[in-house]
């Protein structure tokens, strides 16, 4: 199986520096992110001091933030594949399409990973998504999951070597 899968979420209150961000991550996670691993996912869900970005501004940060990632930096050497960006439908929807207002370019050039509990999930403004969060009630026997022993479900609509192919660091 696959064991590795790395969420970020940022501290939107100090969303001024994405790349520090990145390297913070790409330092903190080094060990996680190894061929063969899922690739990490900047989580754009809604947290306190988003509301005072643009479009844009938000846009960009997102951008730095997978770029660096994918790129490495000056400081830190990137994992050469690109972030997965993941949204929860609900208040983080509209920060989906707010990055994507900024720029056009983030739903051809990204992978989704969509939130939304439902069988048919609403993923613009993204043409398409990769892997579907369709619960958050799930068990797993040996993973310990969140506060109440229950883990997120997600599903990937593939096989096994588009998965590999797709998902995981080269």
């Known amino acids: 199986g696959y064991k590795k899968k790395l969420q970020y979420k940022p501290p939107y209150d100090n969303i001024e520096d994405a790349r520090a961000e990145a ?11 190894q061929p063969g691993n899922i690739r990490p996912a900047l989580d754009v869900e809604y947290k306190r001091g988003i509301d005072r970005l643009t479009d844009t501004e938000f ?14 930096s000056k400081t830190e050497k990137g994992i050469a594949a690109k972030p997965v960006i993941y949204g929860f439908r609900n ?18 050039d990204y992978d989704l990973w969509i939130g939304h509990h439902t069988p048919a999930p ?35 609509y593939g096989a096994e070597e588009e ?5 995981l660091i080269p």
């Open 163 to 167: 998965f590999r192919r797709k998902l």
């Open 59 to 72: 846009a960009e940060w997102v951008v730095e933030w997978v770029s660096t990632i994918e790129k490495g």
């Open 91 to 108: 208040k983080s929807g509209i920060r989906l399409e707010r990055a994507v207002k900024g720029n056009s370019k983030l739903a051809e």
């Open 23 to 33: 390297e913070h991550f790409l330092r903190a996670a080094r060990p996680c992110l």
């Open 122 to 156: 609403d993923f613009h403004p993204w043409k398409n998504f990769l892997i579907h969060q369709y619960g958050s009630t799930g068990n797993v026997q040996g993973v310990p999951g969140d506060k109440y022993g229950e883990v997120d479900l997600n599903a990937f």
